[in-house]
């Protein structure tokens, strides 16, 4: 066993070691330990490089506040870099290795950087790199070289992550003593409690401590109060951290089911929570501050509370000489735990007179070496380690020995999820510290964070929140059982800031992990950046993964010093979400590939792939591109398919298309409402083509309107459009005419629909049906089970069949069956967008873009000039001025292919439009293509050149009429 | 998990969309009020699903024929998946923002979302629940369904 582990004691299971590597090196720990306590019982300080200068970085606290010890865990898509040593709880073949140094940890050749640190103050690249201009880039090879922290792993993560919603009455943050009072005061109450805490054990600052609660040692107190939790119905999550507080009482939480790195045991690594909350309690605690003075930074230099918290938790001695460095009487109740704990405190150094310091401190430093009052570190010594401190006692320059520094620097309490919510904060001048000033109905800060000092006075505001919440949502509150907590010396305040050292030191730290020092901030103070936020920026101070949980108060601190100002008057930096990292893997939970999005199949989608089709997405549906029937190209498949329908019989699947039911005695009145095109005249049993405007005037969808009864109609919607239409729908029923008594809902799903199209079409039919009644154009026929019009896209003779899902196999395979008889085929998108370009018809995306007006699009004749919505804006006079962009038809002038999205230019070299949509005409012939060419009808017979930069394609097109392929209709008859 | 929630296969029951007009203002008093569901004499579940419109699931009752009524037979329309086991609401609500938990008993009803898809979610007993989903879905939303009964 390692000098550093200590022989009993500690929350460790000393008989489950747990092997693990670090650089490579095979070392061990114990069950119960984290990583940074088994490499610190290992006597392992040295374990990181900082930011900027290389330097050698130790373990500097034991919990999320950790600026150095930042190490990549795991291998391939499990490696996670940047993750703090004190945030991993050690498992069995964990991989750890340091990050930021080349070529080794013990000898890191940048390290060089450190010695030339006098050429790199704050800001010195906004100084250095403006000149020469054209050594830029070289400048930017160097800096992206040598910037960032930590490697990001190369390979697909290969677990799942999980979310989870939840509603709780109170959601309490921090099981310290605090937010255990207020958790079991509010469960026992009756009331919903999630209770949380980021550590994988409750307890908080009392896990570290030596306090005695109801005269047994604290952590057996946790454990009952956090079965009492549980007992009380509160669901209690540890290792899980709140990571954001956001609007109407939400959080955000991360729970780790498994370590970084580790293979999950269960089904999933992580899951992220969103609480609801009816109520926030934080009792987040307080982080401690480490001390300013000369190279403050060594390995070895510790926060006070987290030598003790390695020691009483972990059984962990930060060295084997330790100088232990008080700032307040409160940090002597650590000196205590660590002495109990048998570590060996060689000097205890205090700034304060002996007369200043309580009683019961002194007779807890008379325990230690040495007790060195009136005296203040000024420097630390050593180089990879510390190996003593540089004092100053009454003007008298002197060392001491040791091998470690336990600094206590005062505590900051932990406001950030207060602030996520902009909750207001107010500086306490005497402590120096800032605290949640106002309380909502909905977050309450309570105990630390909170500015409460002892344990005891924690657990009381814990619990009074808590019962207060318990009232207020009309519960009686329980009694607070009043543990007794002997604490002697819990009545002192820790929160204090130390006065730091005169001076502009460049070795002292404040922000550890991006090197800020000391002479960084007063520097960025001379040169003019004097509010906090530029202080941020210009020195980076707060930044990184810790986002300066140690760092922001003594920088704003020292900020304020150069400025003769309070930090009240200069105030914080924005908190913001997250508290902690969290992985992109959690937030995108198990919302990626295949779950990314949902796709949509059609009631006949298995008869589909069975005939060969291969799929494309229309939105989130899957349709038919074409059939791959004879190992056809999809050029080749989709001149067949169409050719099919132009000579004999086509068969498509159309269940996407939107069918929207409006029925009730106002439905012919909103229906002439939604609409452009009139439809008041139809007639019971027809359809009609019928465009719907926006508000705005353009043209939004089009579709066809049929009468299935007196009061009774079918609108059919684009398959993007749907919802869209639906919404429009809605609305006009419900704002603009909420005295229609009318029903709409979307029964696409309610029909499958197929689309017989051909001259062979009405044959297909009979044969599969039987006998069918002739239908003119635009005839509807309903019966309960199916539904058929003659209406037609693709400028045939056809028929829409609706029929009910589960018939809609049947049907499918007799059409196909029926039309391969007739010479026929199946059709896919590919041959119907074909189809409809030649024939002229316009599409949603590519004509209807929403920046076309119905005249644009040469559907003027389906505009009536009875009221309608979007009626006003299109008699906007810009919607009929010369110029605009309208439809027109394009035909290749040699043959070649039109490319799609290409503009129009024309012979003086302007654009005059583009191509919206292209294809082969098989009725006509020869490529064809529809675009929005400006005044393009009065452009007929004029040859431009579609000109695709993309596709490095220039071809000649002849402007003509959008309807290509029997423009006089005789194929619908 | 998989043994504290079972999930059926995917169903698609006969289903009548029943939407009440103004004139059955005065008929609709006894029908399950916004968050509700019954069961009918005749077995079937009438479900509110939104303002003023039902569900009728199952059964063959000529409820839609009643004056100021419009009943739409949406038969195939909607994919079921029946939920049960008393983890339940834990699984749904691992990807569904609703409260499961308070004031959501048997016979309750709600529309919501499970992760990208709308649901409706009809609770036929303490322990069990049928989550309607639109057919085209129906497949994806019982993978999804599926895999959360494995994570929750």
Known sequence: ?973 | MPERCALSAPTYPNVMRIAALRAANAHTADWPPPGRSATLPDGARLVWCAPRVWLRIEGNAALDAAEGFIGSDITGSLACIRCSGRAWRDMVQSACPLDLDKDFPADASASSVFGHFTILIDVVAADAADLYVSRSYAGDFAHALDAARHRA
Not at chain 1, 120 to 129: D, I, L, R
Not at chain 1, 587 to 615: C, K, W
């Open chain 1, 1 to 973: 066993m390692s000098a550093y582990r200590l022989a009993d004691g500690g929350a460790i299971d000393r008989d489950r070691v747990v092997r693990f590597t670090f650089n490579g090196r095979a070392m061990s720990g114990f069950s119960g330990d984290t990583l940074a306590s088994a490499l610190l019982g290992a006597g392992v300080m040295l374990v990181g490089r900082s930011f900027k200068r290389h330097r050698p970085r130790g373990v500097l606290s034991a919990g999320p506040e950790e600026p150095n010890a930042l190490v990549g865990v795991g291998e391939g898509g499990r490696f996670e870099p940047n993750t703090q040593a004190t945030q991993i709880r050690l498992y069995p073949d964990l991989i750890a290795r340091s990050q930021n140094h080349w070529p080794s940890l013990g000898f890191d050749a940048l390290a060089a950087l450190d010695a030339a640190s006098a050429l790199f103050p704050a800001g010195f690249y906004y100084k250095t790199f403006k000149s020469p201009l054209r050594a830029w880039p070289l400048y930017e090879r160097v800096i992206r070289a040598l910037a960032g922290l930590g490697e990001p792993p190369k390979l697909p993560d290969p677990d799942s992550y999980g979310e989870r919603f939840a509603h709780a009455d109170v959601l309490v943050v921090g099981l310290g003593p605090a937010g255990l009072a207020a958790a079991r005061a509010a469960a026992e109450a009756g009331l919903r409690v999630i209770a949380v805490e980021q550590d994988f054990r409750p307890g908080g600052a009392l896990l570290a401590a030596a306090t005695r609660i109801n005269g047994a040692p604290s952590d057996l107190f946790v454990d009952q109060q956090a079965s009492a939790l549980r007992e009380a119905g509160a669901r209690v999550l540890t290792r899980t951290t709140a990571f954001g507080v956001y609007d109407h009482g939400l959080v955000g939480l991360v729970e780790r089911l498994a370590e970084p790195g580790q293979t999950p045991s269960g089904a999933i690594a992580q899951r992220l929570w969103k609480v609801r909350a009816g109520r926030i309690i934080l009792a987040a605690g307080a982080i401690e501050r480490p001390l300013t003075f000369a190279d403050n930074d060594r390995p070895g230099v510790m926060l006070a509370h987290a030598g003790a918290a390695y020691a009483q938790r972990y059984a962990v001695a930060a060295g084997r000489r330790v100088l232990f460095v008080a700032s307040s009487d409160a940090d002597y109740a650590a000196l205590d735990a660590l002495l109990r704990c048998g570590v060996s405190v060689c000097a205890v150094i205090d700034p304060r007179e002996m007369a200043a310091i309580a009683p019961p401190a002194r007779v807890i430093a008379a325990r230690a070496g040495e007790h060195r009052t009136e005296t203040t570190v000024i420097g630390a010594l050593g180089g990879a380690r510390v190996e003593g401190a540089r004092v100053r006692r009454r003007g008298v320059d002197g060392t001491l020995d040791g091998d470690a520094m336990l600094v206590a620097g005062g505590w900051t309490p932990t406001i950030h999820l207060h602030a996520h919510m902009r909750g207001a904060l107010a500086y306490d001048a005497a402590r120096g510290v800032f605290l949640p000033q106002s309380e909502t109905d909905t977050v309450r800060a309570v105990g630390a964070c909170a500015g409460v000092a002892s344990t005891a006075q924690c657990w009381r505001d814990g619990w009074r929140a808590g019962a207060d919440a318990a009232r207020a949502l009309g519960r009686s509150a329980p009694d607070d059982p009043s543990p007794e907590i002997d604490a002697p010396l819990d009545e002192h305040d820790g929160f204090a800031l130390p006065i730091p050292p005169r001076g502009a030191d460049k070795q002292a730290f404040v922000d550890f992990q991006n090197d800020v020092t000391m002479a960084d901030i007063a520097l960025a103070a001379r040169e003019g950046y004097r509010a906090v936020e530029h202080l941020k920026r210009y020195t980076t101070l707060g930044m990184g993964a810790d986002q300066g949980k140690t760092s922001n108060l003594i920088g704003l601190h020292a900020l304020a010093a150069t400025r003769e100002a309070t930090p009240g008057s200069i105030g914080l930096t924005t908190y913001r979400p997250p508290f902690t990292p969290v992985t992109l893997s959690a937030l995108a939970h198990d919302q990626t590939g295949a779950n990314l999005e949902p796709t949509r199949r059609s009631p006949i989608f298995d008869d589909l792939v069975a005939a060969g089709a291969v799929m494309q997405t229309s939105g989130l549906w899957l349709r038919p591109r074409y059939f791959a029937t004879h190992g056809e190209t999809l050029h080749e498949a989709a001149l067949h398919e169409a050719r099919a329908v132009r000579t004999a019989v086509g068969v498509a699947d159309a269940s996407t298309l939107g069918k929207i039911e409006i029925a009730g005695p106002d439905a012919g009145a909103l229906i002439d409402l939604a609409y452009a095109t009139g439809v008041r005249t139809l007639q019971v049993g027809k359809a009609r083509y019928a465009v719907m405007l926006n508000d705005d005037g353009f043209v939004y969808d089009d579709g066809t309107i049929w009468r299935l009864g007196a009061e009774r109609y079918l609108a059919t919607a684009s398959t993007a459009r749907t919802a869209g239409v639906l919404q429009r729908l809605t609305f006009l029923r419900d704002v603009v005419a909420p005295h229609y008594d009318v029903d709409v809902f979307d029964a696409t799903e309610a029909w499958a629909a197929l689309v017989v199209a051909g001259p062979r079409a009405a044959d297909v039919l009979r044969a599969t049906l039987g006998d069918v009644p002739p239908m003119a154009p635009q005839a509807v026929v309903e019966t309960p089970a199916l539904r058929i019009a003659r209406i037609s896209y693709s400028g045939e003779h056809a028929y829409e069949l609706y029929c009910r899902p589960d018939a809609a196999s049947a049907l499918w395979r007799n059409l196909h069956a029926a039309a391969r008889a007739a010479q026929g085929a199946l059709y896919g998108l590919e041959a119907l967008e074909w189809l409809r370009i030649e024939k002229g018809h316009v599409a949603v995306g590519a004509e209807i873009d929403g920046r076309t007006s119905a005249t644009d699009l040469g559907l003027k004749a389906f505009i009536k000039k009875a009221p309608h919505a979007g009626a006003r804006a299109a008699q906007r006079p810009a919607f009929t001025a010369e110029g605009r962009w309208r439809l027109v038809g394009l035909r290749s002038a040699y043959g070649a292919d039109i490319p799609e999205g290409a503009p129009l230019v024309d012979d003086a070299g302007e654009q005059c439009g583009r191509v919206t949509s292209s294809g082969f005409g098989v009725g006509v012939g020869g490529a064809v293509a529809l675009g929005l060419m400006r005044d393009g009808p009065a452009h007929h017979g004029a040859i431009v050149t579609a000109a695709s930069a993309t596709r490095r394609r220039h071809v000649r097109v002849r402007v003509g009429p959008s309807c290509a392929y029997d423009p006089e209709g005789a194929r619908l008859a």
